[in-house]
């Protein structure tokens, strides 16, 4: 069974920086792609950042510059170093794993930005 549990997230004020990690157990974890979601609140899921098992990244253009998602394979973990919050980044942020074309979830980890 898949387990994702994310860390990292809290409080902090424009401007700040966090760090967001998701260890994922099982033995998938290398050949998986892995992303990060985003929900505000009375908003849909969105896509923040993903990974490829290769190692190619994609951003949301609103955290383009700013945001940065890595993995270590070692390690089973995915991070999300975010740089330069601000207030509308605002959420619970998701951590995804994509094995054989099926989606896991993690349970989320609040980020609150404050201006």
């Known amino acids: 069974q898949v387990q994702l549990v994310e860390s990292g997230g809290g409080s902090v004020q424009a401007g700040g920086s966090l760090r967001l990690s998701c260890a994922a157990s099982g033995i998938f974890f290398s050949i998986s792609s892995m992303a990060w979601y985003r929900q505000a609140p009375g908003k849909q899921r969105e896509l923040v950042a993903g990974i490829t098992n290769s190692g190619s990244t994609n951003y949301a253009d609103s955290v383009k510059g700013r945001f940065t998602i890595s993995r270590d394979n070692a390690k089973n973990t995915v991070y999300l170093q975010m740089n330069s919050l601000q207030p509308e980044d605002t959420g619970v942020y998701y951590c995804?794993?994509?094995?054989?074309?099926?989606?896991?979830w993690g349970q989320g980890t609040q980020v609150t930005v404050s201006s």
């Open positions: 995804q794993q994509g094995i054989f074309q099926v989606a896991h």
